[in-house]
């Protein structure tokens, strides 16, 4: 039986990240990273699966979410320093190789830690987030994956906060219609914090990965080589194939960058696959983590 969840606070370079911790010390390290709209609590069900077979579980707040410092403007929610609280709270937990597991805006930050810091893992586990060269790749060139990140401009503008705050969240609630009324009363509490909203809206404002728009060419101003975005850890990707969102064109030569890939597709599964499939996912991250 896995042992109650606490709560404490891991320093990033000045920044407090909020974490919940389930299981005991010393136990190999799994770390969860959530995404956009989310917080910690969304990786309750697998913190609960793996800290009851002797994993040390622990599932931040990422800066600028829920109970995390939340610093002001954009430039401290670059890639660079999201990289940098992943591997301070890894130093933190443990100073052996860990199991990095994540989802949506998460498994970004993930996939960057992997590319440039693959001594630090043991295993990746990615769950519908694309790989940062075949987006910038679908971004670039594939109009239907430019329409579907339509919502990533409306993100990236000013007014962003106030539109999604609305009529008590209804725009952020509808991605999350299917799912239990008490996860949705969760989200509303963390995003009506302070600075609820602003911290997760300055990962997409900070981004240069984002569909065109107007005269600005988005992700088309940048050039990027595959060989740069190799990544040299054994990776799962679980990838619900209803994901309206990220298409399944993000998934198209994903072997080429990721040497050592196990991939599974699945169907019936959205964005959300974590919530509506929690066993599946629990069994085949542990499946991988236990057997390769």
Known sequence: MASAIRHESVDSGGVKLHCAVQGEAGRPLMLFLHGFPEFWAAWRAPMAHFAARGWLCVAPDLRGYNLSDKPAGVEPYKVKHLIDDVLALGAHYTKDKFVLVAHDWGGAVAWAVAIGHPQRLARLAIINAPHPFLFWRELANNPAQQQASQYMNLFRLPKAERVLSDNNYARLLGAFGHLP???????????????????GLNFYRASPLYPPAGEDPG????????????????????????DTALLSGCLEGLERCVPELKLRRVPEASHWIVHEKPEFVCTEIERFVDHG
């Open 181 to 199: 009324q008490a996860w949705c009363a969760e989200l509303i509490e963390s995003w009506s914090r302070p600075g609820g909203l602003t911290g």
């Open 219 to 242: 992700a088309k101003k940048l050039q990027f080589k595959p060989e740069d975005f190799t990544v040299r850890v054994p990776t799962l990707v679980l990838w619900g194939e209803r």
